[in-house]
């Protein structure tokens, strides 16, 4: 489900038994336009207008991923990146492109990799999480 409005992102963090404030609503109003996964320092920048310090976006990520609005992720270079987590997906996860050259993450569509938890091993198949990175060279950085 899309987040329409500012209303609605209220009405998620009432439900979700979170305080409504005007940062956490600001911070989860970012995740949910943002088109790949965000950097807490990304979602910091986007709202240094709005005169939200980094410590205070840092905690309103961190309790928006506890109450399962948001997902953290590392995608292999020690920086978490956020997005937001739709109803409905709790217990999937979906995959992302990471260039090697500028760093640039991408949420791939879904289908577009396929996982047997048969053939995965029995730790990994017995995992409730699951997250699948690929890596290579995106369009703007290979030479033409």
Known sequence: MKIRDRQECERLLR???LKKTGSRVAVLDVLERAASPMSHGEVAD???K???DQATVYRNLISLTEAGLARR???GDRVWRFERRR???HDRTHPHFVC??????ACLPAGVVRIERGKLGAAA??????????RGTCAACVPS
Do not use: H, I, N, Y
């Not at 198949?125 to 690929?134: C, D, K, T």
């Open 15 to 17: 439900e979700a038994g």
């Open 73 to 75: 992720t590392d995608l």
């Open 125 to 134: 198949a017995a995992s409730r999480s699951l997250e699948v990175q690929l």
């Open 100 to 105: 090697v050259d500028c760093g640039v993450v």
């Open 46 to 48: 986007a709202l240094t």
């Open 87 to 89: 109803a409905g997906d």
């Open 50 to 52: 709005e005169g939200f």
